[in-house]
């Protein structure tokens, strides 16, 4: 199971998240992002254009995972380093390790970090 983990702004549209998606070069099978932010039209947008399953993560899950990088604005709002790298792991399931740290859009409005794992 390939997961494809995003932490956006506001302000992203789809098109942010496309694009950091886009950076990986990597087709996922499904995507996370905390729970906060799974029904922004940006994120449920991308899932329904690509035809995948969606994961809301909820926040006490993101706390624990082994993130690579570290972000203040993530680690005020929901006490993680990264969103991004934090909800890929956790939607992949216990033992996930990440494929890719979190690449960052072209427009700075969102993130995305694969992960894979034995979810189901």
């Given at each position: 199971?390939?997961?494809?983990?995003?932490?956006?702004?506001?302000?992203?549209?789809?098109?942010?998240?496309?694009?950091?998606?886009?950076?990986?070069?990597?087709?996922?099978?499904?995507?996370?992002?905390a729970?906060?932010?799974?029904?922004?039209?940006?994120?449920?947008?991308?899932?329904?254009?690509?035809?995948?399953?969606?994961?809301?993560?909820?926040?006490?899950?993101?706390?624990?995972q082994?993130?690579?990088?570290?972000?203040?604005?993530?680690?005020?709002?929901?006490?993680?380093?990264?969103?991004?790298?934090?909800?890929?792991?956790?939607?992949?399931?216990?033992?996930?390790?990440?494929?890719?740290?979190?690449?960052?859009?072209?427009?700075?409005?969102?993130t995305?970090?694969?992960?894979?794992?034995?979810?189901?």
């Open positions: 199971m390939i997961v494809a983990g995003f932490g956006f702004r506001s302000g992203a549209d789809e098109s942010s998240l496309r694009s950091a998606l886009d950076l990986h070069g990597i087709a996922p099978d499904r995507l996370a992002t729970a906060g932010k799974a029904q922004a039209a940006s994120f449920t947008g991308l899932a329904r254009a690509l035809g995948l399953p969606m994961v809301a993560v909820p926040a006490d899950h993101l706390e624990n082994p993130v690579l990088t570290q972000s203040d604005a993530s680690r005020a709002s929901y006490r993680t380093g990264s969103v991004a790298e934090a909800a890929a792991l956790a939607a992949a399931g216990p033992g996930a390790r990440l494929l890719s740290a979190r690449l960052i859009s072209p427009d700075r409005l969102a995305c970090a694969i992960a894979i794992g034995d979810a189901t």
